[in-house]
């Protein structure tokens, strides 16, 4: 059963060279801090870990995959080093799995809305059905995605996240996704994608680990200085959700 706990639930499993992360909150499996921080600290865990040779990335459930980030976290920042400190949660969480030696990949079984397409952004591949659809919903709150932008921009392009930042309101289908490059793979049903995932990813694990960290480094070529760059777009962030009209949208969104 999903888990009911505030403070959402992480677990992770190794079996064959496959370590599976999964997380869950009861609010759509999204993000409070903590769970941020301890998903962080796991990739750099299973970085190091001689055992692993990839990752396979999972919610909770059979409806959302993520919906992004705490509602209830966001709407209490009160001041810029709490607002810094809430959106550097998925700036850590991203820079985390870029360093990862070990490629990850994504299954995403239902909708994702905002940290949670930056979730399936920074994954090396993504497995999807039908249902996971994404949006990111984040201008029409005030704020907008700062952070998750460079993971969004490296799968779809600049043109891609244009499309999908600026109509927030827009739910984008899986299709989209995958026509994009977000999505390797869409899948009709559940089912279909895990016996899928299942044996494409033992095909993987069976293979040089060494091929796929140096295959993993290849994939991120550039992207070092995300380090600095994804911690001021949590600093420009924070400023954003202080503003008089973001405090004014997301008590709307309260009620």
Known sequence: MPTDRISGSLYTKIENRIATIEFGHPASNSFVSELLARLAKEFDKLSTNPDTSLIVLKSEGDRAFCAGASFDELVAISNLDEGKAFFSGFANVINAMRKCSK???????GK???GGVGLASACDFVYATEAASVKLSEISIGIAPLVIAPAVERKIGK??????????????????????????????SI???????????????????????????????GTAHWDKLLIERAEESGRLSLSPNTKNALEKFKK
């Not at 279909?192 to 494409?200: A, C, Q, Y």
């Not at 993987?204 to 960290?213: D, G, Q």
């Open 103 to 109: 490629p990850i990949i994504g299954r995403v079984q």
């Open 112 to 114: 994702a809305v905002g």
């Open 159 to 188: 043109a891609g996240l244009a499309e999908l930042s600026l109509s927030p309101t827009e739910w984008k289908n899986a299709y989209w996704a995958k026509e994009k490059g977000l999505f390797s793979k869409v899948f009709n």
């Open 191 to 221: 089912s279909e994608m895990d016996k899928e995932l299942d044996f494409h990813t033992q095909k993987l694990a069976s293979y040089n680990p060494e091929a796929l960290t140096i295959m993993k480094q290849i994939l991120w070529e």
